[in-house]
C-alpha cells in the first residue's frame, strides 16, 4: 500500500522555503507530473494499492482527483488527512467529505487521524508545523474530550461502506510536533481514547467465535459486520463474506 504522493493539491503554488517538488509541478505541471508518478509505481508493483493522500477535504481535492481519474490514473484509494488541532470535525461535516469524496466510487482510506487530549491550538494558525511550544501536555479534562471525539469519529466511519482504512497518526504522546494526540501517554499508559476505540474494535465491531446450532434443514442464520468469515462443522472448514 503506498501513497504515490502526499498533500498535491498546494504543491504548484507551495512557497514556504524553496523546495523541488514546487519547481518540478511548476515545469511539468501537476496532473502530468501526478500521472508520471502512479505510471512508475504500477510498473514496480502490479498488485500494489495506489494512494493519492491530501489534508485539503476542500473542493479543490475533489477536482484534482476528477481530473486525475478522466486522464486514466490508476488511484486505487483516496486517502485523507484529518488532523484536529484546532477543532474536531462534527459529525455533520465528516459525513459531507465522506459524501463528496465517495462520488467516485474508490475506497477511502482515512491515513492520519489525530485529536488532542491537552489544550487546542489557536486558531490563527494555518500551518500546524508553526505552533512551537515549550510544553504541551495531556490533561484530564482533554483526556475525556478526546476519548469521546475519537469515538464518535470512528463510529462515523466505520458506519460508512467505502471507508476502508483509519489510521492513527501518532501512537503516543509528543512524537509528533510535541503534541498530546496519541492513544497513550508519555508513559505509554493507555488513554481514555484508547480503551474506548479498544470497546468499539475489539468489542461492539467484534463478531468473535460463535457455536451455533442448524436447524430442521441444515441450515444456519448468520449475523455479524462485513467482513471475512471462517465457518467449521465436523473437521470441514468454508470461508464466506458479508
Partial sequence: MWDVINEAV??????????????????????????????EARGAS?????????????????????????????????GIQSHMHQRHWSVEK???????HSRFGLPLHFTEVSMLSGDIMPPEYADLNDYQVES?????????????EAAVFYETLFAHP????????????GLW???????????NEPKPAYRALHRRIKGDWWSGEQQLLTDANGEIAVSGFKGDYV????????????
Fill in 10 to 39: 498546494i504543491m504548484p503554488v507551495f512557497d514556504k522555503y524553496d523546495n523541488g517538488v514546487t519547481r518540478i509541478c511548476q515545469a511539468r505541471g501537476r496532473i502530468k507530473l501526478i500521472r508520471d508518478l502512479f505510471s
Fill in 46 to 78: 502490479a498488485d500494489a494499492t495506489l494512494l493519492i493522500n491530501d489534508f485539503d477535504t476542500s473542493v479543490a481535492y475533489d477536482i484534482l482527483i476528477e481530473g486525475l481519474l478522466e486522464i486514466g490514473v490508476p488511484i486505487d484509494a483516496i
Fill in 94 to 100: 465528516t459525513e459531507k467529505i465522506l459524501e463528496r
Fill in 136 to 148: 504541551w501536555s495531556s490533561h484530564p479534562e482533554g483526556e475525556a474530550r478526546q476519548a469521546e
Fill in 162 to 173: 467505502q471507508v476502508q482504512s483509519i489510521t492513527w497518526w501518532s501512537f503516543m504522546d
Fill in 177 to 187: 510536533l510535541g503534541a498530546p494526540s496519541g492513544l497513550l501517554d508519555k508513559n
Fill in 231 to 242: 465457518a467449521v462443522c465436523e473437521g470441514l472448514e468454508t470461508r464466506f463474506s458479508i
